[in-house]
């Protein structure tokens, strides 16, 4: 049986995810060294993957683990697009490696966030 997603939830740990990621961003950019720039970029996005993550695995009182993955694609969705408005030629790869990473790293932290007992 597929899960039944809690779209309460997801949209809840994609906004709490994607707010985490720009404020990590952020201190990281005012922080680091210029030089690191994409280091910054990683952390945070992987910092924002598992708070929403989390947060989305937390909510509903089942299937956290495919809650946590769905919000970890739609954090992916979010930074897709602000990357395409932003002019960045990122290749179909790229995207590709980034909604597994989405899934693997939501889904891990959904279920850690639902695991309440």
């Known amino acids: 049986m597929l899960g039944a997603i809690s779209l309460r939830a997801v949209l809840a740990g994609v906004a709490v995810g994607t707010l985490l990621a720009a404020i990590m961003y952020l201190f990281g950019f005012v922080l680091a060294p210029a ?27 089942f299937n956290g683990r495919f809650n946590g993955s769905v919000c ?36 891990g932290a959904g279920w850690s966030g639902g695991r309440r007992r």
């Open 72 to 107: 970890g694609l739609g954090i992916a969705a979010v930074v897709v697009v602000v990357a395409r408005l932003g002019g960045s030629p990122a290749p179909s790869s790229q995207v590709l490696i980034l909604a597994v990473l989405a899934i693997v790293v939501g889904g």
């Open 35 to 61: 030089a690191a720039g994409e280091l910054v970029l990683l952390i945070s996005l992987l910092g924002g993957l598992i708070g929403g993550g989390w947060m989305a695995g937390r909510l509903p009182s």
